[in-house]
């Protein structure tokens, strides 16, 4: 095993490529000793090259802290981003300025870094990577580790102190019991604070629906509501079922509702999320979502990538069996939704039978019969003719007929395919 030693400075080439076809970056990191550690990213977003190429000095900064090195040299052949690194160049682009105060934050980990420009004929390897990543990257070759990012570096929130935000009096609360001086607001506070939970630090919603609700401040609101107004998986046809989506991710504000008014899309666009809003929603038949009966486990919504949600946060590692296991018994599964669908089935009828009220025909009465039970009928043509008698029941519930002139039909009618006539 070749070991580094702390004063060890590593080279990590980077560079970033957008096309049609998407984007993505290229990493080498190269050892003292000359060993290289190889990672193509495929970005899961819209970048432009500019930001293609900063994402590629992140994603070095971040695998050189994974492996754990105290001194890099980072060298990227993009002439932009390294002169407004070193801040020798200004920008006034406000996604560029995050880039910048990311890379800040992340090279404050290390002793010492510092970035340099190089020609392009000098970072071939690192740019052949990034050009294998926008392009899907290949799994196959084992001397490349391929990754793929969700979305942006920049858009990772930031923690925020909830001091000034509208959680502290219900935090405090919940802690100590202490109230708001104001009267009417204190006895406010004593109506609402049973539907909150504080768990480990969180506030949390008590939810109607079952699961509770992570609460979220003003500037996490942004990111939640972009993802799911503007993602490919919820059903958001107006504000009501938006912010229905956004309660079914686990998330809730005090002005949710408010919030969502004049952000409809024409229903054309709408078909792709409402086809995964159904394949992950729970039926009330089944008590299970689509997804789950086809993968065993409820899917992970991209939203709860940048913002995680309760249930993201409760997962650990050693679940990892526990998704094995639920592989193992995903055919038991499908057979208690179908068991449970059948049990959902037959409460309906019940529920329906209820309110029909049945109809038994009496001989000599006057009825009318369809024209064509097999459907055949013009939509502007009568759809029933008679009015006839009937003068004979075959069966259960079947009649012979007979018209006005009192002339016997050939064949008997099932009263389904007849009414009662009223003269």
């Known amino acids: 095993m070749v070991t580094f030693g702390q004063n060890d400075v590593w080279r990590i080439f980077v560079d970033g490529a957008s096309s049609i076809e998407g984007s993505g970056v290229g990493v080498i990191l190269v050892s003292p000793t000359q060993e290289k550690i190889k990672v193509a990213v495929k970005l899961d977003f819209q970048a432009s090259n500019n930001e293609a190429d900063y994402e590629a000095v992140v ?41 910048l105060k990311v890379i800040e934050e992340l090279g404050a980990g290390f002793l010492t870094w510092s970035i340099e420009q190089i020609p392009r004929e000098e970072n071939i390897e690192a740019d052949a990577l990034a050009k294998k990543a926008t392009a899907g990257g290949n799994e196959d070759d084992r001397e490349v580790q391929v990754q793929r990012e969700l979305v942006a570096s920049i858009e990772a929130l930031e923690p925020v102190s909830r001091e000034d935000t509208w959680m502290a009096p219900i935090v405090k609360y919940l802690t100590n019991g202490d109230l708001l001086a104001d009267k009417r607001r204190a006895r406010v506070m004593r109506r609402q604070a049973p539907h909150f939970s504080l768990l480990g630090g969180m506030l949390y919603k008590r939810s109607y629906q079952g699961p509770l609700l ?11 509501l972009r993802e799911v107004h503007e993602g490919c998986y919820g059903n958001h046809g107006g504000s009501m079922s ?5 309660l079914l991710s686990g998330y809730w504000w005090p002005t949710l509702q408010a919030r969502l008014y004049g952000m409809g899309k024409d229903w054309v666009e709408e078909i792709p999320s409402v086809l995964w809003a159904y394949r992950t929603t729970p039926h009330t038949a089944t008590q299970e979502s689509s997804f789950s009966l086809v993968y065993g486990s409820e899917a992970i919504l991209p939203v709860e990538i940048g913002q995680p949600s309760a249930r993201v946060m409760a997962y650990e590692s050693t679940e990892e069996r526990a998704r094995a296991q639920e592989l193992d018994l995903i055919e038991e599964l499908k057979e208690k939704a179908a068991q449970r669908m059948e049990v959902y089935r037959a409460r309906v009828t019940r529920a329906y039978n209820r309110k029909v009220k049945p109809w038994e025909f009496q001989e000599r009465e006057s009825v009318l019969k369809m024209v064509n039970p097999a459907g055949e009928v013009g939509k502007l043509d009568a759809q029933w003719e008679g009015p006839y008698k009937l003068i004979r029941r075959v069966g259960i519930n079947t009649w012979y007929l007979e018209d006005d002139q009192g002339r016997s039909l050939k064949r008997p009618w099932n009263a389904v395919h007849l009414k009662k006539y009223f003269a």
């Not at 992570?214 to 939640?224: R, S």
């Open 59 to 99: 994603a070095g900064m971040k695998q050189a802290r994974e492996v754990g090195v105290s001194h890099v040299m980072i060298y990227s052949n993009s002439q932009l981003v390294v002169q407004q690194v070193k801040k020798t160049l200004c920008t006034r682009e406000e996604k560029l300025m995050k880039y």
């Open 214 to 224: 992570i609460c979220l401040m003003e500037g996490e609101t942004e990111y939640v």
């Open 242 to 246: 938006l912010a229905r989506r956004v």
